[in-house]
């Protein structure tokens, strides 16, 4: 892998992780269509470190209220009736489908979920299912329930295919299930953290494998992420203001419409799918 790979991608990864628009399908695309090869499934686990870094910085405060009330709710009835220990476990709750069908498929997340005619083919139809969300569902409810939690943990396990989006996804059922689009958002920030940490911790062996083509040295893969880390925090603060005034379809046509493109280049030959 050269530098500029390594930075591009640790760039491209830092826009899109927490758009609906899939960090993974874009990373893919780019490293394809302009490097030539296909960066892997671990190098862009690895990577989603940073972005995942930067959820941890940014709601470090949440994030400690709900690990405190979690470990007092073991030993208070009082602290198991507040809003932090119930949002513990909605995490903890949400995060299970991902981990277990990530661990049981994962060789094909790694090879066939990647070919990009796949990719293209959920960027429209997932791009199509947020639309509908968006535009169609009932945006009244900011507490989230125990349904919430197990719904966006299902949509967030469709994610381990590369195009739909784990903030789509998970963004897309928070709709669906009635939540308002700031609510439906931080839950989503949230909810990535166990699963992307653990992925990305697992993956840094391979990534590390200098045997496997295109691989990324250790100095290209801190500098992607540290890269990724930066642009994931600002990523973060724009979307949460955005999401609070306007509606998903500027991101829903951006779906559509690369998903579209997509196909047209690898039916011309343009790209190689796998």
Avoid: C
Wanted: aromatic residues 12%; hydrophobic residues 55%; proline residues 3%.
């Amino acid at each position: 892998m050269s530098w500029l790979q390594a930075l591009v991608l640790g760039l491209v990864q830092g826009l899109t992780e927490f758009l609906p628009i899939s960090s993974s399908a874009h990373v893919r695309i780019v490293s394809t269509l302009f490097f030539g090869n296909d960066a892997g499934a671990s190098f862009t686990a690895v990577i989603q470190l940073g972005t995942e870094l930067a959820v941890l910085i940014y709601f470090a405060k949440d994030i400690g209220n709900f690990i405190a009330a979690w470990f007092k709710g073991l030993f208070s009835k009082a602290a198991r009736r507040t809003e932090d220990y119930r949002m513990a476990w909605y995490v903890i709750i949400g995060s299970v489908p991902i981990s277990v069908l990530g661990y049981i498929f994962k060789d094909e997340i790694r090879s066939s979920l990647r070919n990009l005619w796949i990719t293209a083919t959920v960027l429209v139809v997932f791009g199509l299912l947020l639309g509908l969300a968006d535009h169609f569902a009932k945006h009244i409810r900011t507490k989230l329930e125990l349904k919430d939690a197990v719904g966006m943990g299902l949509a967030q396990a469709l994610a381990l295919i590369p195009g739909v989006s784990r903030s789509g996804g998970t963004l897309t059922a928070g709709l669906f299930l009635g939540l308002d689009r700031a609510a439906a958002a931080r839950y989503s920030f949230l909810l990535a953290l166990p699963a992307v940490f653990g992925a990305g911790i697992f993956s840094i062996p391979d990534v590390l494998d200098r045997s496997e083509p295109n691989a990324a040295s250790v100095p290209q893969m801190i500098v992607a992420t540290i890269v990724a880390f930066a642009v994931g925090y600002a990523t973060i603060a724009w979307l949460l203001r955005y999401v609070s005034k306007h509606s998903y379809s500027a991101f829903v046509w951006y779906r559509l419409l690369l998903g579209i493109m997509l196909m047209g280049l690898l039916s011309m030959g343009l790209l190689n799918p796998t």
